[in-house]
């Protein structure tokens, strides 16, 4: 016997029983083993590729009251997670004070209080708004950590750069989030994280990057400069940059071994010479261990320029 096809919008990701149910699909349709039961009420077809809020869209839909939160929220905004917290592939579901804690397998369950705006539609997903994501991330992440995840929501590139970006939120909702939560756990280093916050780093080596050459007491370097031409038109966006002593730091990541890729970095660089910039290119291995080499290498193309750490 053929089995009825479902919905289109039961088939792009996880599903509850309840959104078959007004579908219209049958209890025995939903048995058939083209489908796999992921937790108790919610399926997902065998061999699907859904990710992000698709793959979680179920677990708000089980009723009105549940909630994305802590890591499955920053994963539906994308967040830059270390390998610890990334490696957690539960869902944490949370719900308002007063209602029924979540019990289910493979769920974290949270009873939080929720401010107004504090809870938003994204995707076809009930999940916290990207500022108290951060907040709650606080309690998981190291300062670090949280500082690449505060430069990941409030990035933003204007119109000058090839692939404009808007930001999630802005610098202040994360300042203003601090300042409603005063008790909350981990609003202590979520404050000392509003101090390393930046605009413009587009991951999260650019941020630790960033973090290491402060640490080490050398210039913060600028983000979102861009380099012109003699007829003033953009032809250099750096990940970083010392405008003063024309250098720019650039961090590779695992795409620029690809030859297309290796191939604009080159060209980029001979614009860099040709306009009297000096490019520091920085790989994942220069991020390493407690001394990073990034630190030498940016010191001594510094120094080149004339800088000094007891003067210019």
């Known amino acids: 016997m053929r089995r ?8 792009t990701g996880s599903f509850s029983l309840r959104a078959s149910d007004k579908a219209g699909i049958s209890r025995t349709r939903t048995t058939a083993k083209d489908l796999v039961t992921v937790s108790r009420g919610i399926r997902v077809r065998v061999h699907s590729g859904a990710a992000g809020a698709a793959a979680l869209r179920a677990y708000t839909d089980l009723d009105d009251t549940s909630i994305l939160a802590s890591l499955s ?22 719900r308002r004070r ?5 019990r289910r397998a493979n769920v974290v369950g949270h009873l939080l209080t929720f401010l107004p705006d504090e809870v938003v539609e994204y995707d076809g997903v009930r999940l916290t708004s990207p500022a108290r994501t951060w907040l709650d991330l606080a309690s998981v992440l190291d300062l670090a950590e949280l500082v690449a995840v505060g430069d990941h929501f409030v990035c933003t590139h204007g119109p000058e750069f090839p692939h404009p970006r808007e930001a999630l939120c802005g610098l202040e909702d994360l300042k203003r989030m601090a300042a409603s939560h005063v008790g909350m756990r981990g609003v202590k280093i979520a404050r000392a994280a509003l101090e390393l916050i930046r605009v413009g780093a587009d ?37 970083a940059a010392y405008p003063q002593w024309r250098i720019a730091l650039q961090y590779d990541g695992r795409h620029h071994a690809e030859p297309e890729q290796h191939l604009r970095d080159m060209e980029r660089y001979d614009r860099s010479l040709a306009l009297g910039w000096l490019e520091v290119r920085v790989g994942r291995q220069h991020l390493e261990g407690d001394r990073p080499a990034v630190v030498r290498k940016v010191r001594e193309a510094l120094q080149s320029r004339g800088w000094s750490r007891y003067g210019r």
């Open 203 to 239: 991951s999260a080596p650019e941020t630790h990057m960033r973090l290491a050459l402060v640490d080490a007491g050398l210039p913060e370097p600028v983000l979102n400069h861009v380099v012109l031409d003699v007829r003033g038109v953009p032809v250099l966006w750096p990940d």
């Open 98 to 102: 007063g209602f029924s804690f979540p």
């Open 73 to 94: 929220a920053a994963r539906v905004w994308g967040a830059p997670l270390p390998a610890g917290p990334a490696s957690d592939w539960r869902v944490h579901l949370a």
């Open 4 to 11: 009825a096809s479902l919905p289109d919008h039961l088939t």
